[in-house]
């Protein structure tokens, strides 16, 4: 059996100021007791498509179809903290996306059929424009958890820059998953 790779593709978040208010917004969700594993912020990005194994063959071929995504530079705007699938039950912990959703949905829109070209399976959950910050691992603390959630759905974040979609390579270790680029999509100006 051929070696896989885990991956997804997405654009990072290179902003330092954007990247200080979701760690200081992670420390907030942290100070709850909850039992939560944090997002390193230099992993925090947002997600496309989420692929999953492929082949190493696949690579090249998936970095063509991005090739052929047409998408301008845009802003992204970061706003909010919320929880998937809701508060009372939170599994996934994200900062919203504010302006730039369309944007998204549009790349997100124009890579499906040609990702399913591939035969690569479609993503069970859709698209959802977000930021995962943090996962829930128990019920530790949910109600304080969701009070520091509720307390911070409006705040402001930043800005980032979309203008380079990324393919990435996922490997899971006992200290977190360690994220590197494999291939990048420029928007056109």
């Known amino acids: 059996m051929p070696e896989t790779i885990r991956s997804f593709i997405a654009f990072d978040i290179d902003n330092p ?6 760690a200081d917004a992670q420390e907030a969700l942290a100070k709850t007791g909850a039992d939560l594993t ?5 992993n925090i990005h947002i997600t ?5 194994d492929i082949t190493p063959s696949m690579i090249e071929k998936i970095d063509k179809e991005m090739q052929n995504v047409a998408f ?10 919320g929880a998937f699938p809701n508060l009372k039950y939170a599994r996934v912990i994200w900062a919203g996306i504010q302006q730039g959703e369309e944007e998204l949905k549009k790349i997100f829109n124009q890579l499906e059929p040609r990702l399913r ?9 859709g698209f959802s424009a977000h930021l995962t910050i943090a996962r829930v691992k128990s019920g530790r603390n949910k109600a304080q958890l969701a009070e520091s959630i ?9 800005k980032v820059r979309a203008d380079c979609l990324k393919l990435k390579k996922s490997v899971l270790t006992p200290q977190g998953p360690i994220y590197s680029t494999l291939k990048e999509a420029h928007a056109t100006q």
């Not at 100021?17 to 979701?22: A, D, M, S, T, Y």
């Not at 944090?38 to 230099?42: C, G, I, T």
């Not at 070209?117 to 959950?125: A, V």
């Open 17 to 22: 100021q954007v990247l200080k208010k979701l």
């Open 38 to 42: 944090l997002v390193k912020p230099q």
């Open 48 to 52: 496309i498509r989420f692929l999953g």
């Open 72 to 81: 301008k530079p845009f802003d992204v705007e970061i706003k909010g903290i």
């Open 117 to 125: 070209s591939l035969g690569l399976r479609p993503d069970p959950k």
């Open 150 to 158: 509720n307390s911070m759905i409006g705040f402001e974040f930043g």
